[in-house]
């Protein structure tokens, strides 16, 4: 098993010339990384070597809840400044800040091969966003009781469905802003949903421990996965929408997995990913491009992010984020990138290595 700690806050940002200044990009900071490396000899090994990471024009005043990537040069995000930001994490540059929440913002969802976007907040709104319209929102979509912890969209995008602490699902026409249906289970409280590409599912998990799939059509409970033993934080649906993971909440290392599902006929549990010390916030799919197996990642609230071989649950690489307090939201941002939103120190560019093995290093900050 690899790690990699860095160990060094952010620092005050210092221009380094007049080039960089209008890229957006900072000063670089080299960061001390420690790595334990295992031999096939089962020896470990430490080796410390000296990376630089950039640290770019922060997206954000305060904590980030969420990150989203809108296409491979563009991520959205949102936090507790009540902001949604579209951020270029290629060059450094903030494109445009949407304002209109009036508290946190708690999700992203983005329209696939679109400028659009929507952003779910504790004030209990959602709102639709165009990157090429004014910043003021396109649609407003309001209906729950409660703080909105959940958006999927459809493949087409004609619809939204939305969920929320009150229990509640609710399925919206996007071209009219209007609800055409309304669903309601009991201790459902909603903390991530997402649509099954080309299915009319919707997936979705509970504070209840529980993972529900949703059709659509009618917007009725299609299937109850087996009860898991702590909160389902998140979930993600794989591209060709065979397989799903979720996350557990957890601490000092109960709880704390994340859970793969077939989606399929016997939609049975199929692997256990387990390594993690507090809550597991985010999980996704990685591009199959980058190892010659399947893997995953997963972040967390102990600083950590973990690539997993998806097959056999084993962990290929463990990068530690000193500083940066709960990680909060991850997302693949090209073929080689992730980035990961955290309560301390933004939203970390990460770089997905393969030599020596398969590892993750972290090349900026904003």
Known sequence: MLLLGCHLKRAPHKVLCSFCAGMGKLQSKLKHSTYKYSRPDEIIEERTQTKACLEYSPAHVDTVSVVAALNSDLCVSGGRDKTVVAYNWKTGNVVKRFKGHEREITKIACIHKSSQFFSASRDRMVMMWDLHDPSQPRQQFSGHAMVV??????????????????????????????????????RNLVTH???????????????????RLW????????HVF????????????????????????????????ATLWDLRQTRNRICEYKGHFQTVASCVFLPRALALMPVIATSSHDCKVKIWNQDTGACLFTLSLDGSGPLTSLAVGDTVSLLCASFSRGIHLLRVERDPGLQLREVAAF
């Open 149 to 186: 912890t959940g958006l999927a969209v459809s493949p087409d995008s004609s619809q939204l469905c939305t969920g929320s602490r009150d229990n509640t699902l609710l399925l919206w026409d996007v071209g009219t802003g209007q609800c055409a249906e309304r669903a309601s289970v009991s």
């Open 193 to 211: 949903m997402c649509w099954v590409p080309q299915e009319p599912y919707i997936l979705q998990t509970s504070e209840d421990k529980t993972i």
């Open 215 to 222: 059709d659509s059509r009618g917007l009725q409970v299609a």
């Open 226 to 257: 087996p009860a898991k033993q702590h909160i389902q934080t998140y979930c993600e649906v794989s591209e060709d929408g065979h397989k799903c993971i979720s996350c557990s909440n957890g601490f000092g290392g109960e709880g704390c997995e």
